[in-house]
């Protein structure tokens, strides 16, 4: 970020990214006539629980910075700070999406094309993804001893809450939650995969900061992130509302997105999940 913006202090820790103006569009892309910018909001997941008013005025700026836009979408822990979207849609007075629609659609059909008939468990299970994620899967939510499951998904909001040998060796761990849900490195029996990753649609386009911002913050260069996709989608959809905000996401809603993301050519592969 700090980099990005000529700021080194972000970088350098001199800075903590508490000031609005700290806040730095940071990569354009363009698909089938929709232009979309990631504008970075550079405060710590404690930090914006913290401060929810102080993520509030940055998350403000942010759309500023960005603008002019019509539709916002929130990533990773800005999408459970100030009212889930609520409380930056009647401030801008714009739509805002949270992105947990996408991230349960993504991690759902990750989960599923790696099942092979195996009971699944959903840690974090009493979050918004991870609610939708039990009922989809028909999984176990967090129960206690994770061992006894060889397919996990990890969903917890902020990340950081297991330890890494509470899971059996030859587990796979299918993980959404940013930071991710381990509290450390995997150990070599445990197979980690990245349950937002999408691949690049034919057509998508970008210009030279998003290659950077593609290889530091996404999960390479011909992948993106789900939560992306769906303010993406609502404006190719032609919708006025978000398709998500709050606590509740029914599996219904996770359902509709999938749906309509296929229509637009965003439709999930398997194949994301082994590259």
């Given at each position: 970020m700090g980099l990005r913006t000529g700021r080194p202090g972000l970088v350098l820790g001199t800075r903590d990214g508490t000031d609005p103006d700290d806040c730095a569009e940071l990569a354009r892309f363009r698909y089938r006539g929709v232009e979309g910018v990631f504008v970075g909001v550079p405060l710590l997941p404690d930090q914006l629980l913290s401060d929810q008013e102080g993520a509030l005025r940055s998350m403000q700026r942010a759309v500023q910075i960005a603008g002019p836009v019509s539709f916002v979408g929130l990533g990773s822990v800005l999408s459970v700070v100030a009212g889930r979207g609520a409380a930056l849609e009647a401030l801008?007075?714009?739509?805002?999406?949270?992105?947990?629609?996408?991230?349960?659609?993504?991690?759902?059909?990750?989960?599923?094309?790696?099942?092979?008939?195996?009971?699944?468990?959903?840690?974090?299970?009493?979050?918004?993804?991870?609610?939708?994620?039990?009922?989809?899967?028909?999984?176990?939510?967090?129960?206690?001893?994770?061992?006894?499951?060889?397919?996990?998904?990890?969903?917890?909001?902020?990340?950081?809450?297991?330890?890494?040998?509470?899971?059996?060796?030859?587990?796979?761990?299918?993980?959404?939650?940013?930071?991710?849900?381990?509290?450390?490195?995997?150990?070599?029996?445990?197979?980690?995969?990245?349950?937002?990753?999408?691949?690049?649609?034919?057509?998508?386009?970008?210009?030279?900061?998003?290659?950077?911002?593609?290889?530091?913050?996404?999960?390479?260069?011909?992948h993106i992130y789900a939560c992306v996709l769906e303010p993406l989608v609502a404006l190719l959809e032609g919708r006025e509302r978000a398709w998500q905000q709050g606590r509740a996401l029914s599996a219904t809603t996770v359902r509709e997105f999938g749906a309509a993301a296929a229509e637009h050519g965003l439709g999930f592969s398997p194949q994301a999940a082994d590259r």
């Open positions: 801008c007075g714009l739509p805002v999406t949270t992105g947990n629609a996408a991230t349960a659609w993504a991690a759902w059909r990750t989960a599923e094309s790696l099942r092979g008939g195996r009971e699944v468990a959903v840690i974090g299970a009493k979050g918004t993804v991870g609610r939708a994620l039990v009922e989809l899967l028909g999984a176990t939510p967090d129960p206690q001893d994770l061992r006894e499951f060889s397919l996990l998904v990890g969903s917890h909001t902020t990340g950081g809450t297991i330890d890494p040998a509470r899971l059996a060796p030859g587990a796979t761990l299918v993980d959404v939650a940013l930071p991710p849900t381990l509290s450390g490195p995997a150990p070599a029996h445990v197979r980690v995969v990245p349950g937002e990753r999408l691949p690049l649609p034919p057509g998508w386009s970008r210009n030279a900061w998003a290659w950077c911002f593609h290889a530091a913050a996404g999960y390479g260069l011909h």
